[in-house]
Structures are given as structure tokens and as C-alpha cells.
């Protein structure tokens, strides 16, 4: 994945992917990020 995303069942890369998002935004990205929010943390 572009960017950096990284969302592995860890809440400690929870804030590092809202600076990553913030530092590069983009549609597919924010998207990706979106989804990835989703599946790891269902509302």
C-alpha cells in the first residue's frame, strides 16, 4: 500500500496512520484508510 498505511490489529498505529493520512492526502488513500478503520474497527 502507498503511503504507509498500517493498521494491524494495533491500536498503537492507530495515531500514526491519522499523520499519514493528514501528510499525504488523496482520495485512494483516505478511502484505503477508511475501509481499513472498518474492518479493524467495527462500529
Request: charged share 15%; proline share 10%.
Given at each position: 500500500?502507498?503511503?504507509g498505511l498500517k493498521i494491524e490489529g494495533s491500536k498503537?498505529?492507530?495515531p500514526q496512520t491519522i499523520s499519514?493520512?493528514?501528510a499525504?492526502?488523496?482520495d485512494n488513500?483516505?478511502?484505503t484508510f477508511l475501509q481499513?478503520?472498518?474492518n479493524n474497527?467495527?462500529?
Open positions: 500500500m502507498a503511503g498503537l498505529s492507530f499519514t493520512k493528514m499525504c492526502p488523496n488513500v483516505e478511502t481499513t478503520i472498518r474497527y467495527p462500529l
